[in-house]
């Protein structure tokens, strides 16, 4: 197959330019938009072609899908020039991303350093499925750097965290962090659901692995499930591949296809939510049936300028703390005319999620209070809609409490 140039070493292409055709492969049809090989198996032209492609695999050569397929291979390619690495594995869910990286990369007897404003699924991986392995975890104030440098120690092989936390938006110092879990030798895995693809950060302040849960941005509309683990060739060919293509997690071509035509927009589609959320955060600041608005770009936010260092802007996902708690919000969620109540984001339509009874409820309370989920906390999502349109709808809600 005719490939596109792809590698972050390989053209000076910018963002707009990759998300469109990094990772391309055309067959001898010579087609415009990428095939979709939806196929399990690949056939031999000889008993002896067969052996020598199960010794070893050359770069356009393919022998089970669970192993990798022309497709999911675009994918990989494209999202990993994205991201800023070299290499990448695409898995069915965000969730099997996360689970995979921790898996393949840690043992019994190692001990990981973690944020504690955590995704609950990935809390539940760390707390009750590793921790089983007998792995320990240290759960550390992801926006104290002085916490992490305590935490962090000779024997600690791992540190994981969410460069932007969901849902209270907590930014982590991703440099620092990368800085002395590198001086400890210990591998650095950023979940970078809320940083948004585009703006993703984590390769530049040397993250070693990102985790990507490809169901939000880069699908955008609502649709597939998917995830991606992203890093070196080393990492990725090496100790994920094994354990993916071993454990069955393989993303479906399908899937993979209908993401490579997401990706043709999606910086188009994620600039403009990030706009509409910064336009929100800016409308509702100061509004009195309002205690908070907390955008990580946004002044008001209290790592306003650590997050305006790290990143262009704070992504697509806003919160807003209610007065008058739990009955208040729900009174302001129920009165939303255009915002979808649902548990996702980054989805083309506007989103609201009330976190402590919805994705946060099984937390016990102790533990919603260190992390902030209150009653009158709402996550916002900025859709594709009219800005001025949400705006009004967000404006009148709030005026029905
Ligand atoms: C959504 C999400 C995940 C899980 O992704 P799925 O695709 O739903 O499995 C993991 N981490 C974060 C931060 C997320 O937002």
Redesign the pocket.
């Known amino acids: 197959m005719e490939k596109t140039a792809t590698g972050t070493s390989k053209n000076n292409w910018g963002k707009r330019t990759r998300s469109v055709h990094s990772g391309t492969r055309r067959s001898q049809y010579g087609e415009v938009s990428e095939g979709i090989f939806l196929t399990q198996g690949f056939v031999y032209p000889s008993a002896e072609a067969a052996e020598a492609r199960f010794e070893a695999l050359g770069e356009d050569e393919f022998i089970y899908a669970r192993y990798g397929n022309p497709t999911v291979r675009m994918f990989e390619d494209r999202m990993a020039d994205l991201l800023g690495y070299e290499d990448a594995f695409a898995c069915t ?4 991303a ?1 689970s995979g990286a921790l898996t393949a990369l840690l043992k019994a007897g190692d001990h990981v350093v973690s944020s504690r404003a955590l ?1 609950g ?2 809390l539940y991986m760390l707390e009750d499925v590793l921790a089983r392995f007998g792995v320990e975890i240290t759960l550390v104030d992801g926006t104290d750097n002085a916490a992490w440098d305590a935490a962090i120690r000779p024997d600690t092989t791992l540190v994981f965290l ?1 460069s932007i936390s ?1 849902p209270t938006l907590e930014v982590v110092d991703l440099r620092h962090v990368c800085d002395v879990a590198h001086k400890n030798g210990a591998l650095v895995v950023v ?1 970078d ?2 940083a948004t693809p585009v703006y993703s950060y984590a390769s530049a302040c040397g993250a070693d692995i990102t985790v990507v ?1 490809t ?2 941005h880069v699908d955008g509309q609502g649709r597939m ?3 991606l683990i992203a890093g070196s060739k080393e990492l990725i060919r090496g100790p994920i591949e094994a354990y993916m293509k071993h454990s069955g997690g393989a993303m479906n071509p399908f899937t993979a296809w209908t993401h490579l035509k997401s990706l043709e927009t999606i910086v188009l589609r994620v600039e403009q939510q990030s706009s509409t959320a910064l336009a929100i955060a800016e409308a509702l600041d100061g509004h009195a049936n309002l205690t908070a608005v907390r955008y990580p770009t946004h002044r008001a936010h209290p790592q306003c300028e650590l997050a305006r260092a790290q990143a262009e802007t704070g992504g697509t996902v806003l919160a807003l703390e209610v007065k008058g708690g739990k009955e208040a919000c729900f009174k302001f969620l129920n009165a939303l005319e255009l915002f979808t109540i649902s548990n996702n984001f980054a989805d083309a339509k506007s989103i609201v999620t009330h976190p402590a009874t919805t994705t946060h409820q099984r937390l016990p309370q102790d533990q919603k209070d260190t992390l902030g989920i209150s009653g009158g906390l709402v996550r916002l999502s900025a859709g594709l809609e009219d800005p001025a349109d949400l705006i009004a709808d967000l404006q009148a809600a709030l005026g029905a409490i």
């Open positions: 869910s965000g969730m099997a996360v995704f699924s990935c969410e969901n979940d659901a809320m849960s169901t939000k499930l998917g995830g």
